[in-house]
């Protein structure tokens, strides 16, 4: 299996509303990422987990909240979130969540996120 | 800090004509460059990376990049374009950080193949 898989495809909530964006890997990955993505702009990094450790946080805000609950799985909870949130949620994996080694990033689909 | 730059916002080449994507890089040390891929409504895909070695790259779907370190470039090519190759194409740079492999985009090329 050499797939990123997100769940849901898309997502409308209201701002008062709690949902979490599932992604899953089974590639043996120790790295994940969570990348926010405007349209026709470049991903934004939000998160990186490296063995199931917040290793990067880009000074998201607390309406988002990630969590690795093991090395296959990736959510991102979503509380409160503002119209401005609305957006494409890119998960990504790569082999060594190290840091010193240059593995490229595998993408899963995406997340296409509205918020009303 | 590591980052690349894309130049063109745009880029049209007719099917069957070779097709560059342009990118230029600004890092401190030696420099892990990436191109990736997204179509509409999708994830990005990988297509090639330069870490170090040979300076002519060859990646999937028959693209190859060139690294050129003294113009600081490492601009994606192929020979002859197809219109499924249309697409916004990103380059990018691997930054150097404790915390992980941390990936920094250009603003990405559209490419339009057309007939």
């Known amino acids: 299996d050499t797939e990123v898989t997100q769940t849901p495809k898309h997502l409308v909530m209201g701002m008062t509303n709690k949902k979490s964006l599932k992604c899953e890997q089974h590639?043996?990955?120790?790295?994940m990422y969570w990348y926010k993505q405007k349209a026709k702009k470049p991903p934004e990094l939000m998160f990186v987990?490296?063995?199931?450790?917040?290793?990067i946080n880009e000074s998201v805000p607390s309406r988002f909240s990630p969590e690795c609950p093991n090395s296959s799985l990736l959510n991102l909870h979503l509380h409160a979130l503002q119209p401005e949130d609305s957006a494409l949620y890119l998960c990504?994996?790569?082999?060594?969540?190290?840091?010193?080694?240059?593995?490229?990033?595998?993408f899963g689909p995406g997340t296409r996120l509205t918020v009303l | 800090a590591q980052s690349v730059a894309q130049p063109e916002d745009q880029v049209n080449v007719a099917e069957g004509n070779p097709l560059t994507v342009k990118c230029t890089y600004s890092?401190?040390?030696?420099?892990?460059l990436f191109w990736y891929v997204q179509y509409p409504n999708r994830g990005l895909q990988f297509l090639l990376k330069?870490?170090?070695?040979?300076?002519l790259v060859k990646g999937s779907y028959g693209f190859e990049a060139e690294f050129n370190k003294s113009q600081t470039s490492f601009h994606l090519k192929k020979p002859s374009a197809l219109v499924s190759d249309s697409a916004l194409y990103f380059c990018?740079?691997?930054?150097?950080?404790?915390?992980?492999?941390?990936?920094?985009f250009g603003t990405g090329t559209q490419l339009k193949v057309e007939l």
């Open positions: 330069y870490i170090t070695g040979d300076n």
């Open positions: 987990y490296s063995y199931e450790k917040l290793s």
């Open positions: 990018a740079v691997r930054a150097i950080t404790g915390g992980g492999n941390k990936l920094t």
């Open positions: 990504a994996s790569s082999q060594d969540g190290s840091g010193v080694t240059y593995n490229e990033q595998f």
């Open positions: 590639m043996g990955h120790r790295a």
């Open positions: 890092v401190s040390g030696n420099p892990y």
